[in-house]
């Protein structure tokens, strides 16, 4: 059938398709820049180090771990982290850490520093472990490895006297059975292993031998 319309109406409607056409190539193109945009934007942000941010490996717990407890392969894992919220004396390594005793209960994903730490039978660097045995072995019940403690002894005065201040204590004994030839049912009183200071150690070792030793919890 033949196109009846007036060709003046063919024609405008040729002209407004032809306007419509000449733009829709511009806008479909700056939509097309704008979707890249925010597709390159969302890249960026997921990656480590956007923006120059300096990110390094750092040693996270990699589930809740207990206070005092001896860490394995599988309670730790390497992240990378950004530079600026990455704590002082953070591990880099699994083997650092794997073995030693956490001073402190720790939530999943939290980095490990080396004062998080204490070896199974030494302190961090500057500290040495002292053994002692407590005027009243009921504190031990309240004692776990990294617990932090003032070793006192009492003095002439009313106050006590203070040997070393936050000790951590590094681990405590089970009960000894009665020593041989001792009166039946006498038990020793628990061993407790305190991590002091270098310049403390001699005089909270020497003060267990004719004082009695007690600790202060902090």
Do not use: Y
């Not at 409607?13 to 056409?21: D, E, S």
């Not at 305190?194 to 030793?213: C, I, M, N, Q």
């Amino acid at each position: 059938m033949n196109d009846i319309r007036p060709r003046g109406r063919r024609t405008g409607l040729k002209a407004r398709l032809r306007a419509r056409l000449r733009g829709r190539p511009l806008a479909l193109l700056r939509r097309a820049l704008a979707a890249a945009l925010l597709l390159v934007a969302a890249a960026l942000a997921a990656t480590p180090g956007a923006g120059g941010a300096k990110v390094l490996p750092t040693l996270v717990t990699a589930r809740d771990v207990s206070s005092g407890s001896a860490l394995s392969i599988s309670d730790v894992r390497l992240v990378d982290m950004d530079a600026g919220f990455r704590p002082d004396g953070a591990l880099t390594d699994p083997a650092q850490a794997v073995h030693r005793r956490l001073a402190g209960a720790a939530r999943a994903g939290e980095p490990i520093t080396d004062v998080r730490l204490v070896g199974s039978n030494s302190g961090p660097p500057g500290h040495t472990t002292v053994p002692l045995r407590l005027a009243d072995p009921g504190i031990t019940d309240l004692l776990r490895p990294g617990t932090r403690v003032d070793v006192v002894v009492p003095a002439e005065t009313d106050q006590a006297e203070v040997l070393a201040r936050s000790a951590t204590v590094v681990t405590v004994a089970q009960q000894e059975s009665a020593r041989v030839g001792g009166p039946l049912g006498q038990e020793e009183t628990p061993l407790v292993l305190v991590s002091v200071a270098d310049e403390h150690a001699p005089r909270v070792a020497a003060a267990g031998l004719d004082r009695p030793v007690t600790v202060i919890l902090r």
